[in-house]
Structure formats: structure tokens, C-alpha cells
């Protein structure tokens, strides 16, 4: 039979052995989505930013639409 220290003790590893293993299976699945990306998760570099699933590839997209045109080289705006 337990005390109430060593029950609090047992839950507490059981909580953190649980937490690192939830951390790493999301740290897993992710970098395995991430199977094509080249770049590091810098979305403005890779050519496949169009399609890749990545989280940080939909927010460059959007932040991508909303951005105003940039202009050339001669200062008038661009196509």
C-alpha cells in the first residue's frame, strides 16, 4: 500500500513521461508531413510553397495574398 507521497510521486513521472511522449508523437508526425521541405520552414525560398501542407507554408500564403504588390526596379508597381 502507498502513501500519499509516493502516490503524488508516481503521478507526477506518470504526467511528465506522458507529456514528453505526446510532445515527441506530435514532433514525429509533423516532421513527417514535412518529408518534402528543403528549406528549413522558410516558405519564401521553397518552390514547393504553392502545395506543401505545412502550417508555416499556409500562413506564408496568406500573409502572401494580403501583402500590396511590390513594385520593380523602376518604382512602378508591379503585374
Given at each position: 500500500m502507498q502513501n500519499r507521497r509516493n502516490f503524488i510521486q508516481t503521478l507526477a513521472?506518470?504526467?511528465?513521461?506522458?507529456?514528453l511522449t505526446f510532445l515527441s508523437g506530435i514532433f514525429i508526425h509533423r516532421w513527417s508531413e514535412a518529408g518534402d521541405c528543403e528549406?528549413?520552414?522558410?516558405?519564401?525560398?521553397?518552390?514547393?510553397?504553392?502545395?506543401?501542407?505545412?502550417?508555416?507554408?499556409?500562413?506564408?500564403?496568406?500573409?502572401?495574398?494580403?501583402?500590396?504588390?511590390?513594385?520593380t526596379a523602376n518604382g512602378r508597381a508591379g503585374k
Amino acid at each position: 500500500m502507498q502513501n500519499r507521497r509516493n502516490f503524488i510521486q508516481t503521478l507526477a513521472r506518470g504526467t511528465i513521461f506522458a507529456s514528453l511522449t505526446f510532445l515527441s508523437g506530435i514532433f514525429i508526425h509533423r516532421w513527417s508531413e514535412a518529408g518534402d521541405c528543403e528549406q528549413n520552414f522558410t516558405c519564401g525560398n521553397c518552390k514547393l510553397s504553392n502545395r506543401c501542407k505545412l502550417p508555416e507554408a499556409d500562413q506564408y500564403r496568406l500573409e502572401k495574398a494580403r501583402s500590396p504588390k511590390s513594385k520593380t526596379a523602376n518604382g512602378r508597381a508591379g503585374k
